[in-house]
């Protein structure tokens, strides 16, 4: 056998081993956690200082515990007033009585400890002292006394109340969660939810349809629809009917029942067969193709452009290389909690370095894909709280389930990412961000954000895990846009989005900054911006309409599939599992 045919063997032992030891790691690599934990430690146990603070902290939390327990033997009461370590999971009066109280304020009070060892320890590397923090405290929240039905009351009254039928509705619906994951069915409840019955179902027709994606167009509803069209272009990580869930909270409905022609882009869900379909494929049969298309439909326009999460980091790309080539079809840009800077990208950047980086790449490489269901540990340990264990206590102590809603069933309708593109993805814009120092390469040629000059419309949102909202905002850094109209607005990555007219407690804040006005901090940005009640999808439909010409006859629908007709959306693409 030859040298090299040696070398590639070896490193495809390496790769598969990887691959089989990521599903007991929940595809997190153990090398990165180890290095992370090896950094903190010896820098701490270095640091006498450091040691001696925590020491003190420790037994500062014991004293104050130890010296409320005495008082309540000998007095009956705790008179002092103490500061109330306050957790969302301890919430109930049922925490307040004793022992239940001593419990979770020695658990918060390890936990506070645990944050104070880790914190600020001179010399560790931010990266993996921030690794260290989150995953001792994962690590600690496994023994919190809510998880256990003898430590936590408010199971023990409701097992004494109901007999203990609690824990037998619990151990049933644990039975059918385990049959579940087994058979690879979808969770408990999303069969209520069915795409092209009651989940995108605005009409519409696939007018064209390439290896990598469905073109839909939109029927219209109204006589007469604005001059430009609005091409909208979701995530290849998702199923693109988030943005057309039910009718009552469908983007896309609202948008052409405003007059509006749209056109939204289906990705494909790819297999194995698609390892080395590149970013570059995505940006020439996505967007480009999609692009010709509406050109053929509506001739002579400009577009609106709407990118949504990694859609919208694409889309940016190729407004950016539109630019750089002379091609001005895009009108507007409007993206939707996406980010060009990738130096904050909120807790996902827990987990990537090289060493991780590398690991999912091998794993990538034995079977040509990465699975969203493969990153859904990872994605759980990042909010376990609320993922994890209240479900564990509420579906199999408690005995109750929490029925699904259309957006929670969309979120278990999974896609994959090939090989090369995720791969070119994670190296080049979440690791080397390139994109927003203008090294990455579209068409083999770099491209740059300060290239696109039409107005811009940029959404984000304040509990965003995976966009963080400060993250989104430094598109302003990069622009030298017309104009930068900046949203704010309240809840989640997908729940903040889907946040239609007449949403209960939805606010936003909305300020619009031209090319010559000054940059604002984010901090400073938020404090002088008002907020205002309701949805920002009414301030974005009349920033849209602003922006487009005067109104005319609906284009018809033509046709570019071959050899068969336009058909229904939400199209094939949608139904690949």
């Known amino acids: ?38 950094d903190w430690y010896l820098h701490f146990a270095n640091s006498p200082g450091k040691i001696t603070e925590t020491s003190f902290s420790m037994f500062r939390t014991i004293e104050k515990i130890a010296g409320r327990n005495t008082e309540l033997f000998f007095h009956g009461k705790h008179e002092k ?21 001593t419990l979770y304020k020695s658990f918060l009070g390890v936990q506070k400890w645990w944050q104070d060892m880790t914190s600020n320890v001179p010399g560790v590397t ?27 009351p408010e199971v023990i009254n409701l097992t004494v109340k ?15 969660d385990v049959k579940r994951q087994v058979s690879g069915e979808r969770p ?18 696939v007018i064209f349809r390439n290896r990598l994606m469905e073109l839909i167009q939109y029927s219209p509803v109204t006589e007469d629809v604005y001059h430009e069209p609005i091409l909208i272009i979701p995530a290849w990580i998702m199923k693109y009917y988030i943005l057309d869930l039910s009718p009552e909270n469908s983007l896309v409905k609202y948008l052409v029942d405003k007059g509006h022609t749209v056109f939204m882009i ?96 091998d794993i990538m490489n034995s079977q040509g894909y990465l699975d969203t269901r493969q990153m859904a540990g990872a ?7 609320d993922l994890v264990w209240s479900r564990i206590v509420h579906d199999y102590m408690i005995g109750e389930r929490v029925a699904l809603n259309d957006l929670m069933a969309w979120n278990t309708d999974t896609t994959r990412m090939p090989f090369k593109m995720h791969s070119r993805y994670l190296r080049e814009l979440f690791l080397n961000n390139d994109l927003f120092e203008g090294r990455f390469l579209a068409g083999g040629r770099p491209v740059a954000i300060s290239d696109i000059h039409v107005p811009v419309f940029l959404v984000s949102t304040e509990k965003d895990h995976v966009a963080p909202w400060a993250s989104v905002y430094k598109f302003h850094l990069a622009s030298d846009a017309e104009s930068i109209t900046f949203v704010l607005t309240s809840g989640g990555h997908n729940a903040g989005i889907i946040s239609e007219p007449g949403h209960p407690g939805r606010h936003y804040r909305i300020s619009t900054s031209i090319e010559k006005d000054c940059y604002r901090p984010p901090e400073a940005w938020f404090k002088d911006t008002p907020v205002n009640d309701g949805s ?42």
């Open 126 to 152: 931010p990266h993996h002292e921030n690794v260290v923090s989150f995953v001792g405290k994962q690590m600690l929240d496994i023994l919190s006394p809510s998880n256990y039905p003898f430590t936590n």
């Open 1 to 38: 056998m030859e040298k090299m045919t040696d070398k590639t063997l070896l490193r495809d032992i390496d790769s598969l081993y990887h691959a089989m030891q990521g599903r007991a790691m929940f595809n997190v690599s153990p090398v990165a956690i180890s290095l992370a934990f090896l």
């Open 536 to 577: 920002w999808w009414i301030s974005w439909e009349q920033w849209l309409s602003g922006h487009s010409g005067m109104k005319e006859a609906p284009p018809e629908i033509k046709n570019f599939l071959e050899n068969e007709f336009p058909y229904d959306a939400p199209g094939r693409y949608v139904m690949t599992p």
């Open 188 to 205: 408990f409840g999303s069969e209520a939810y069915t795409v092209g019955k009651n989940l995108g179902i605005t009409p519409g027709k």
């Open 379 to 385: 994605f759980q340990i990042l909010r376990s709280n």
């Open 162 to 176: 109901k007999g203990g039928m609690n824990l037998v509705s619990g151990m049933l619906n644990l039975m059918e």
């Open 266 to 361: 289906s990705w494909k869900n790819p297999g194995k067969e698609d390892r080395e379909t590149d970013m570059d494929d995505y940006l020439n049969l996505g967007i480009m193709k999609a692009a010709d298309m509406i050109s053929e439909v509506m001739p002579d326009r400009r577009f609106h452009a709407t990118g949504y999460c990694l859609g919208g980091t694409l889309l940016a790309i190729a407004a950016a290389a539109m630019a750089r080539d002379g091609d001005h079809r895009i009108k507007t840009m409007t993206l939707l909690a996406t980010q060009v800077d990738f130096t904050e990208a909120g807790e996902l950047m827990l987990f990537i370095d090289d060493s991780q980086i590398t690991y999912l790449e």
């Open 81 to 101: 007033k103490e500061r109330t370590l306050w957790d969302v999971r301890f919430k109930e009066p049922s925490w307040q009585k004793e022992p239940y109280r």
